[in-house]
């Protein structure tokens, strides 16, 4: 802490209990000042001498015998009052970052400047500003604090700019030439750890990080922050990561629960949402300068205190420029209150909206520009990997917002759709999600239940996944037959050494396997079904694909068979829905308990109770 003492005479102030100050000195007062509920009992020369202010007052007063002045509105009240009126006296006088300040006003109040006296308390405190207090970085940070109980005085007197700029100036100063003390307890050094490689238990001098004033602006107010950050900004040599990790601190300082997202309620919504509208409107633009989780975060607590839809809206931006860097529980944003639905499907579809919207943007750029100077072509903002991050990012939030009773189906198809096909190269996550709505929403009805199943690709299940939609007695008997197909042309392919090509031929799982009318997709398989498919050696060629590597020369001796099976199983499907399709009305009939067994099962005379379709717990 920086001080100053003016003056060097011992007499001092002393008061009587009443709230009156007096000198200690044998003169007789000969003036009254009040100042606030205190009265001052002091002599008229040493104040006039050096205060232009009291000289005007003095002579406007009519009753002389009392010389009663009243200031009321003096700038940091009578403490202020106090440190001039010792300093008139030639009193010794401390001035520090807590006062400088209040004593800085008060002086200027009373017109205490170098045209009535050489040497001047304005003079005097100006110097110590700027020789001490604007060098110091935790003194500048006081002096700005303490400005905020005597605004607009600190503002006129451009003590709040220059406050302002010595801070900025400071963080923005080069790292490795930090000299002075600072607030870090965010992280701990490897070093002090003893987790640093190269550390062998000797104290070694730890390096500044970059970020090392972020802590210490976080005590300062909304109004003071967001002034310092646009300095920062302004003066262009801090990264936007660093300002972007400042930014992150301030919040979690000063907006209680915002990692949980709790509601605040009363005075402190308007005060905090204030602030996280200040916050979003502070954010660097670069992208990543933030984390997509700190940005879903500020979204989740925008939405519970129903911040200005411009606010919402430029986080949606910002969060689709990096959607691939999120995780499905950080878009589990909850509904306000009186909505049907748990989780708020709308906000994340615009998420999504934008995302696939700055994908097309790209795209048509690029067309423009590639016409023009085909080797100028800027990389790809948003790449393969980042739609297939997307698109699994999806898939597992639709899972997860499927176990809402009261989500509707359009909601559900509609964000499904908004991932291209391109991006889901594998179709475990949507099955999952699909099977997980059908078993959170019984009553769908055909329509329905074939809308929903129409957004998957049954070429694009693992085997994994096949062997358990053949088992799914949620499943319609249609995509149930679509995944036997798929799987017996890829095992059958895979047996007799054909390449992946081989399966390419038969198109879509949408296409030539659904001919049927609507109500083809309605109803489960029943034991005939299944014993029709088996005996077809459907099952055989799925577990031939499954087989271990030690069974290989036994199955080449029948390649022969083996061969014919795949001619019969590319040629017989439509034939084999025909059969089984026609069956639909007993089907829908029975229960799981009807059917013969698991679908690999050999034995076709298994009791009837054996469940053929039982669900088994599924994970993508």
């Known amino acids: 802490m920086k001080f100053m003492k003016l003056g060097s005479k011992p007499d001092s102030f002393q008061t009587d209990g009443n709230n009156i100050r007096f000198v200690a000195t044998e003169l007789a007062t000969d003036m009254v000042v009040h100042v606030g509920n205190v009265k001052f009992h002091l002599h008229k020369f040493p104040l006039l001498s050096k205060s232009s202010r009291l000289q005007k007052l003095v ?26 009126a010792k300093f008139c006296y030639g009193m010794t006088v401390t001035l520090n970052a807590y006062n400088v300040v209040a004593a800085r006003c008060a002086a200027e109040y009373l017109e205490m ?3 009535v006296e050489k040497g001047n308390l304005i003079y005097k405190i100006e110097v110590f500003l700027n020789t001490s207090i604007f060098r110091s970085w935790k003194d500048s940070i006081i002096v700005l604090q303490t400005t905020k109980t005597l605004l607009p ?48 238990a000797i104290k070694k001098q730890q390096s500044v990080p970059k970020d090392w004033w972020v802590e210490d602006l ?52 308007m ?10 409107w502070l954010l660097p633009a670069e992208k990543g300068s933030v984390s997509c989780s700190f940005l879903l975060k500020l979204l989740r607590l925008a939405s519970l205190l129903d911040c200005s839809e411009m606010g919402k809206k ?57 016409e023009v100077l085909e080797e100028t072509r800027s990389p790809a903002l948003v790449s393969g990997g980042s739609k297939i991050l997307v698109a699994k990012l999806v898939d597992g939030y639709l899972a997860e917002i499927a176990k809402d009773p009261n989500l509707p189906l359009s909601k559900f198809v509609n964000l499904a759709e908004m991932v291209s096909a391109n991006s889901r190269p594998v179709h475990d996550g949507l099955y999952r999600a699909i099977d997980m709505y059908l078993k959170e929403h019984p009553g769908l009805n055909k329509s329905e239940r074939k809308k929903i199943c129409s957004l998957m690709d049954c070429k694009k299940l693992s085997v994994n996944a096949c062997t358990h939609a053949v088992q799914n007695e949620r499943l319609p008997l249609r995509v149930v037959v679509q995944v036997l197909f798929f799987e017996q042309v890829r095992a059958a392919a895979a047996t007799a050494g054909r390449t992946e090509n081989t399966g390419g031929s038969y198109g879509s799982s949408r296409s030539g396997v659904t001919t049927n009318t609507e109500e083809d997709w309605d109803g489960v398989p029943t034991v005939e079904d299944l014993k029709t498919l088996k005996s077809m050696k459907l099952m055989d060629c799925m577990e031939s694909q499954r087989s271990s590597s030690s069974n290989n020369a036994r199955k080449n001796n029948g ?58 717990p599924y994970v993508s």
């Open 314 to 370: 430029e986080l949606i931006k910002r969060i689709g420029h990096q959607l691939e860097e999120a995780s499905v529980p950080d878009l589990l944003i909850p509904s306000m209150a009186g909505e049907e639905t748990v989780y708020d499907t709308d906000i994340v579809q615009s998420i999504v909206e934008e995302f696939v919207m700055q994908d097309n943007n790209f795209a048509r750029t690029t067309s423009k520009v590639s």
């Open 113 to 115: 400047h170098e045209a």
């Open 218 to 269: 976080c005590e300062l107010e909304m109004d003071f922050y967001r002034q310092l950050i646009m300095a920062i900004k302004a003066k262009g040599r801090m990264s936007s990561e660093v300002i972007g990790e400042a930014l992150k601190a301030y919040t979690n300082r000063r907006l209680p629960g915002f990692g949980e997202g709790s509601m605040i309620n009363g005075s402190d919504a």
């Open 59 to 84: 002579a406007a007063t009519t009753d002389e015998s009392h010389n009663e002045i009243h200031i009321p509105d003096t700038p940091g009240g009578p403490a202020a009052f106090e440190i001039c």
């Open 559 to 616: 390649n022969d068979k083996i061969g014919s099976i795949e001619v019969k199983g590319m040629m017989m499907p439509r034939k084999i829905l025909g059969k089984l399709l026609s069956s639909k009305g007993q089907g829908g009939e029975n229960s799981s308990s009807d059917t013969s067994g698991s679908p690999g099962s050999a034995n076709q005379d298994e009791p009837k109770s054996t469940p053929s379709r039982n669900t088994r």
């Open 271 to 280: 005060k905090s949402r204030s602030l996280l509208e200040t916050i979003i």
């Open 153 to 200: 005085w600190p503002e006129d007197l451009k003590l709040v700019s220059h406050c302002i700029d010595s801070i900025a100036s400071k963080a923005s100063t080069d790292a490795c030439k930090v000299e002075w003390s600072y607030t870090y307890n965010r992280k701990n050094l490897l070093s002090e750890n003893g987790l640093d490689p190269h550390w062998n």
